[in-house]
Structures are given as structure tokens and as C-alpha cells.
């Protein structure tokens, strides 16, 4: 499922926090999904707080200029339909996301997660227009919602790519009507970043995007029309999180490279990774959370990825040795270190010098002990991406 937890928990806490009730779905053996329910769940009720207007991942929720996440495309295609709809804990109403489609939709690049994002409209149960998100993560996971509230006004906040720990860039978007014919971003210091706004074919609406720098604080959005008049405003509550300004309860442990770990209490006994001094992932250290799949079954390996770095903690107290096996045959390898905390689980981090994203075609994680006996082996099956 989702592997690389600087992403996933963001994915299912804030930009995708929704998921964890809104049954996710997660490919086999792909580790790192409980301790993204849980968390998410959290962040969901603090987010609502915070009063996100839509979900982009579950999400707070333009003169054409800068594209959202680069590449922007639409594509087709019509979802299963589901047996019913419902409200969730969260005031969502569930099963719109397997209706087909108003129109085309919109795929966009995640620029948070490295996979994409598919952006439509459906109808709602009392006949008002909905707003959909269908988030694919690089690792091969996804998760899909659709806003409780249903859409309406010349533009609106449907969603953001938010999350923590903080990806290089953040996606943020919306619902535009006829009259919008521009949208630009506005930061805390009065920066106005504009969007790109797409009608797809077939679509009640046009979508608005704008990516930024995840540094960026977005505190709301502007919508003018041809003539460059505001038509409509949307404010925005930049994501804040505990992990954030914790301070550390347990012993730094410095992995090499630049790359620590330290255990926190966010209130939930949280490992933190660090690579040079900033938040790069992050994990729930419970028993109950920890290297456990969403059947509640154990997992020998836990992989965080990140620039050119792979590393995380393994079940087995016996593993000295973690490999990483590509399909043309070439190797990585990191050695574990023991646990200062008492967590019961060993850790380990190291470079594999691939370049692109590693999750594209493949690999294996393999574990053995001192005598070089294989212990367990965990695969990671190509993922077709975007």
C-alpha cells in the first residue's frame, strides 16, 4: 500500500486523512498502512477544526499561468458503481466516488506524492453537484472522496495535497464556474501565485490548480473573471500539526548521511526521520500501529524512500542485514541498528543511487541475520504510476 510514510501519513492525515474511513484501497504488500489510519484519523478531526472547505485529500480547500503539478491532461473513464451512498463520521457522503463522472476528468500530477490526481464531478443523492477526488499514490495505493457540501457559487476550495511531513510542493484546487476566468493563490505575506484553470469535456464546471512551494503558506484564493475583477474569495487555514514544534522524549540516533531518529509524543509515541535536520517521515510506534498490515497482521519491514535514501525498521530482532533487490539485478545494502527507545524493533538506512522514482518498476526488501540466512522477503510490485 503506501510505503513511504513522509507521504502517506500526510496523504491519509491531511490531503487524504478522509481515507481511513472512507475504506481505502491498498495494494498487497506494500507496508505502512495502519500507522496512516491511525494517525489520519487524528488529523482529520484537527483538520476539520481547522476548517479545510473540501478535501484534497481531504482537504481544506486562477489569469492562466503556472500548471497544476506540471503536466496537466484529461482523461477519461467511468468508476464501478457501488451498492448505496451514506454519510461517514466525518459528514461525507460515501459511494459518489464510484458513480460515473459529470464529463471528463481532470488527472493531474501530485507534486506531493509523485503519483497523480483525478478530479471530477458526480451528483449527489438530493440531485446537488459533488466534487471528487481520487488520489493514486507512486507506490501504488490510492484512496477516493467526494465533499459533503455540495458545490456551488461562482468558484470554490475543494481540496489540497497538504501534508507532513512537508513534501517540496503542495497541489491546491477547486470548482470554478462560467463567470471565473482567473485564480491566483494568496500567501500570509500578501504573494499572489496564479493557477491554471481546465474546463474538461463534458464537465457541469471548469476545476482550478495551483501548485506552490510546500513552504508556502496559502492562506485563501482569489477568483476574477475576463476582465480581471474578483468575483469570489476562498480562505484557507494553512495545515499545522503537533509533530511540528514536539520536543524529542528519547536519544537521537544518527543513521549516517545525514539522515536521525528520535521518538516524540504528539500525544501518540511517534518515530521521527530527519535528513539534515528536517522531518522527512514518520511512524506510530505502538504495538498496535507498528509493522501491522490493515488485517492487523505483521509485516517484517516498514520503507521510507527519499533522495536516493531508503531506510526504515524492520519486525525481526534477528535482522543485521536489509538488501534491496532490483529487477536488473542490482543490490543495496544497509545494516541495522538496535533501538534506543524500547520500542522492540530494529532500524537501518542507506543509499541505493537510483535515479527516478524506484517504486516504477519494482524491487524486494530482503532481510537476513549475522550468518547471512535469509529471514523474510517482502516485494513491492511495479507500479504503473500515472
Known amino acids: 500500500m503506501m510505503t513511504e510514510d513522509e507521504r502517506v501519513e500526510g496523504l491519509l492525515r491531511s490531503t487524504l486523512r478522509h481515507a ?7 495494494p498487497a504488500g506494500l507496508p505502512g498502512r495502519v500507522v496512516a489510519r491511525s494517525r489520519g484519523r487524528r488529523r482529520d478531526r484537527m483538520r476539520m477544526l481547522a476548517a479545510v472547505g473540501g478535501t484534497a485529500a481531504a482537504v481544506a480547500i486562477v489569469t492562466t499561468g503556472l500548471g497544476g503539478g506540471g503536466g ?9 458503481p457501488v451498492p448505496s451512498t451514506g454519510v461517514n463520521a466525518s459528514g461525507r457522503e460515501i459511494g459518489l466516488e464510484g458513480k460515473p463522472p459529470l464529463g471528463d476528468r481532470l488527472v493531474v500530477d501530485d507534486p ?3 503519483g497523480a490526481v483525478e478530479l471530477w464531478y458526480a451528483r449527489r443523492s438530493d440531485g446537488a453537484l459533488a466534487f471528487c477526488r481520487l488520489h493514486r499514490n507512486r507506490t ?18 475543494e481540496g489540497t495535497t497538504e501534508s507532513w511531513p512537508p513534501p517540496e510542493k503542495t497541489l491546491y484546487f477547486g470548482a470554478a464556474g462560467d463567470r471565473v476566468a482567473g485564480v491566483n493563490a494568496v500567501s500570509a505575506t500578501g504573494r499572489r501565485t496564479p493557477g491554471q484553470i481546465t474546463r474538461p469535456a463534458g464537465a457541469p464546471r ?11 503558506r496559502v492562506t485563501g484564493f482569489e477568483f476574477t473573471d475576463a476582465r480581471g475583477l474578483t468575483v469570489a474569495t476562498a480562505t484557507h487555514t494553512p495545515l499545522t500539526v503537533p509533530e511540528a514544534t514536539a520536543e524529542p522524549v528519547g536519544t537521537v540516533l544518527r543513521l549516517g548521511g545525514g539522515l536521525s531518529a528520535n521518538v516524540f509524543d504528539v500525544p501518540d509515541r511517534t518515530l521521527i526521520w530527519r535528513l539534515d535536520g528536517d522531518p522527512v517521515a514518520a511512524d506510530l510506534v505502538r504495538a498496535k500501529d507498528l509493522l501491522r498490515d490493515l488485517g492487523g497482521g505483521r509485516i517484517p519491514v ?7 535514501r531508503w531506510f526504515g525498521v524492520v519486525a525481526d530482532l534477528r535482522t543485521t542485514e536489509v538488501e534491496l533487490v532490483f529487477p536488473d539485478g542490482r543490490r543495496a545494502t544497509a545494516t541495522t541498528r538496535k533501538d ?11 543509499r541505493h543511487g537510483r535515479d527516478g522514482d524506484i517504486y516504477g518498476k519494482g524491487f ?8 547471512g540466512r535469509e529471514l523474510w522477503r517482502e516485494p513491492y510490485a511495479p507500479t504503473a504510476g500515472r
Open 340 to 350: 534506543p527507545w524500547g520500542i522492540g524493533v530494529r532500524l537501518f538506512a542507506g
Open 206 to 216: 471548469a476545476i482550478w490548480t495551483v501548485t506552490l512551494p510546500a513552504s508556502t
Open 20 to 26: 481511513a474511513e472512507d475504506a481505502p484501497q491498498s
Open 72 to 80: 496537466v491532461d484529461v482523461a477519461t473513464g467511468v468508476l464501478q
Open 302 to 308: 516498514l520503507l521510507h524512500e527519499r533522495e536516493r
Open 112 to 114: 506531493a506524492l509523485g
Open 140 to 157: 501504488g495505493g490510492s484512496s477516493s472522496s467526494c465533499n459533503a457540501g455540495p458545490v456551488s457559487g461562482d468558484a470554490s476550495f
Open 364 to 371: 524486494e526488501v530482503v532481510g537476513y541475520d549475522a550468518a
